[in-house]
C-alpha cells in the first residue's frame, strides 16, 4: 500500500514554511534595509562623534611631528569621519565641550608617555580602527 503525503507535511518534511528560500530572503531584507538606513542616517547630515572627533585630532597634533607616517594615516581617518559635513558642521563639532574634553585628555596622557614609547604610540593610534 502506498502513503501518500499531503502538502502540509511535505513543507514540514522539507523544514515547514520557513525553508531556507525564505530564511535567505528574511536576511536579504534585512541587510538591504540597514544599508538602506545607514545610508539615509548619513544622508540626513548626522554629526560624527565629537569624542571621536578630539581624540583623534589630540592624537594628531602630538603624533605629527614625532612620526609624519602615522599623522598621514591619522589625517586621512579624520577626512573618512567628517565626510560629508560641511565646514559649520565641523566647526560646531570642534566647540562643543565633548570634543575639548576629548581633546585635552588625549593632549594630558600623551604629555606623559616617556620618549622611547611615542613611536608605539603613534603607529598603534594611526592603525587602531579601521
Excluded at 69 to 84: N, Y
Excluded at 89 to 101: G, I
Aim: proline content about 3%; some cysteine.
Amino acid at each position: 500500500m502506498m502513503v501518500t503525503r499531503s502538502t502540509r507535511e511535505r513543507r514540514f518534511a522539507a523544514g515547514g514554511r520557513r525553508g531556507w528560500r525564505s530564511v535567505a530572503l528574511r536576511w536579504a531584507a534585512i541587510a538591504w534595509l540597514a544599508t538602506t538606513w545607514a545610508s539615509s542616517a548619513f544622508a540626513t547630515g548626522l554629526l560624527p562623534s565629537a569624542r571621536v572627533l578630539g581624540v583623534d585630532e589630540g592624537i594628531l597634533n602630538f603624533c605629527a611631528p614625532k612620526d609624519p607616517t602615522a599623522a598621514q594615516r591619522l589625517r586621512q581617518k579624520i577626512g573618512e569621519l567628517l565626510q560629508g559635513t560641511s565646514p559649520e558642521q565641523v566647526s560646531e563639532l570642534r566647540n562643543s565641550e565633548d570634543y575639548r574634553r576629548a581633546y585635552d585628555a588625549v593632549s594630558e596622557f600623551a604629555g606623559k608617555i616617556d620618549a622611547h614609547n611615542v613611536a608605539h604610540f603613534c603607529s598603534e593610534s594611526a592603525n587602531e580602527r579601521k
